[in-house]
């Protein structure tokens, strides 16, 4: 259990889930082409900072719903940006519900390319 493996997650999804915008259908998932240490550092840091208050304020509610870290940390990224899938679907109940509103009071956040080669977020 730790925040270092929620972050890494969280992080990793971010990454899996957006696209570099390269194209009209979207381009390619950031993944393919960049990894966390192509992350600008101030968009880093305000992801540290996202994933460590959502990990100090809500990882009793996942640890009791028998979820590990890195779950947590890849539904987090999802459940804010609105994806199709996130804490609702786990089939944890409230608990779920209760991560996917704290999640989503805490906004989206996008990722995008840079004209530096950075990927950044807003």
């Given at each position: 259990m730790s925040l270092k493996t929620f972050?890494?997650?969280?992080?990793?999804a971010a990454l899996w889930s957006s696209?570099?915008?390269?194209?009209?259908?979207?381009?390619?998932?950031?993944?393919?082409?960049?990894?966390?240490?192509?992350?600008?550092?101030?968009?880093?840091?305000?992801?540290?900072?996202?994933?460590?208050?959502?990990?100090?304020?809500?990882?009793?509610?996942?640890?009791?719903?028998?979820?590990?870290?890195?779950?947590?940390?890849?539904?987090?990224?999802?459940?804010?940006?609105?994806?199709?899938?996130?804490?609702?679907?786990?089939?944890?109940?409230?608990?779920?519900?209760?991560?996917?509103?704290?999640?989503?009071?805490?906004?989206?956040?996008?990722?995008?390319v840079g004209d530096d080669g950075k990927?950044?977020?807003?």
């Amino acid at each position: 259990m730790s925040l270092k493996t929620f972050t890494t997650a969280y992080i990793e999804a971010a990454l899996w889930s957006s696209t570099d915008n390269a194209d009209e259908g979207g381009g390619a998932p950031l993944d393919q082409n960049y990894g966390p240490s192509d992350i600008a550092q101030e968009t880093q840091a305000v992801m540290r900072h996202d994933t460590r208050d959502f990990y100090t304020r809500h990882a009793d509610i996942w640890r009791e719903a028998e979820m590990s870290d890195e779950q947590a940390g890849h539904d987090f990224w999802l459940s804010r940006n609105g994806h199709g899938a996130g804490f609702w679907d786990r089939g944890i109940g409230a608990a779920g519900e209760r991560l996917t509103n704290a999640s989503k009071l805490v906004g989206s956040f996008d990722l995008y390319v840079g004209d530096d080669g950075k990927v950044h977020g807003s």
